[in-house]
């Protein structure tokens, strides 16, 4: 009996900490305007079965969604912008249920230039919670994306502070390139806050790249995981131990094709 209880145990814990590595699709955006069929063929030959997207590059849905099935790709996640939930967050939940997701996940505030201030974070916070409670009813999580420019100081912290701690009815998406540029730690802030992230994007960053926390950087510093100087290895450690489950590769780089296989190598050995 007490050899069936441990093996029970370690089976439950395998799957608690199970992870999964997927796409963000917005990776291959240049390759979907000239092929989107054979797009998500690459995908599925690169073995990825987890995807992070919602539209349909101008393909009928239901066209869309049975290349989808035939290339066994799932659609974890949706994307959303900041208008939608704000304006129609409805219309993000009716996209998710689509696409049999479970998040609903918004990479943009909009702002003036590089004027972003505590009124952005606290009105985009409102924003978010009201969304938030509304997909919570649908069986939906929302998810932001920091993108650099919350890493700026306010009082004791920075603005993202703010809104994780005032974050009630939504949760996060670390993307761990951008916490980086923006001058945040991203294992750091994954520890500080281990039961907000929610979703992962995995984007490794050029060595020597400078920080800023505009939210903007060029695709070329994006690089192959572990290559980099964001600590892939340690922050997939600590996301396997968080329990957090869906991993998407985002690679803006224009060596996208030949750069997703290795960084998929590079995670295949980190198992």
């Known amino acids: 009996m007490k050899k069936l209880t441990a093996l029970l145990f370690l089976i439950c814990t395998s799957l608690l900490s199970a992870q999964e590595v997927g796409l963000q699709l917005y990776s291959l955006r240049n390759q979907f305007k000239e092929d989107v069929p054979g797009t998500l063929k690459l995908i599925h030959e690169w073995g990825i079965k987890y995807i992070e997207g919602g539209g349909t590059y101008d393909l009928p849905l239901e066209e869309y969604k049975s290349?989808?099935?035939?290339?066994?790709?799932?659609?974890?996640?949706?994307?959303?912008?900041?208008?939608?939930?704000?304006?129609n967050p409805e219309k993000a939940i009716e996209t998710a249920k689509v696409f049999g997701a479970k998040y609903v996940m918004v990479a943009w505030i909009p702002h003036d230039g590089n004027n972003f201030g505590f009124e952005d974070i606290k009105k985009a916070t409102d924003v978010f919670n009201r969304a938030g409670k509304l997909l919570k009813k649908e069986g939906l999580t929302l998810a932001y994306h920091p993108h650099g420019y919350e890493f700026r100081p306010y009082k004791n912290g920075t603005l993202f502070d703010y809104m994780a701690k005032n974050a009630t009815d939504f949760a996060f998406e670390m993307d761990v390139f951008w916490v980086k540029q923006g001058g945040a730690d991203p294992l750091a802030l994954l520890k500080k806050y281990p039961k907000k992230f929610v979703l992962f994007h995995l984007?490794?960053?050029?060595?020597?790249?400078?920080?800023?926390?505009?939210?903007?950087?060029?695709?070329?510093?994006?690089?192959?995981?572990?290559?980099?100087?964001?600590?892939?290895?340690?922050?997939?450690?600590?996301?396997?131990?968080?329990?957090?489950?869906?991993?998407?590769?985002?690679?803006?780089?224009?060596?996208?094709?030949?750069?997703?296989?290795?960084?998929?190598?590079?995670?295949?050995?980190?198992?």
């Open 67 to 87: 290349l989808l099935n035939a290339n066994q790709l799932e659609m974890v996640s949706v994307g959303a912008s900041y208008e939608e939930v704000r304006d």
């Open 203 to 271: 984007k490794d960053r050029r060595h020597g790249t400078k920080s800023d926390n505009t939210g903007h950087a060029a695709d070329e510093t994006n690089v192959v995981l572990g290559t980099g100087d964001v600590g892939i290895k340690e922050l997939v450690a600590e996301a396997k131990k968080l329990g957090i489950k869906y991993m998407f590769i985002e690679d803006e780089s224009p060596d996208v094709v030949q750069q997703v296989p290795k960084s998929l190598a590079y995670l295949k050995s980190l198992e």
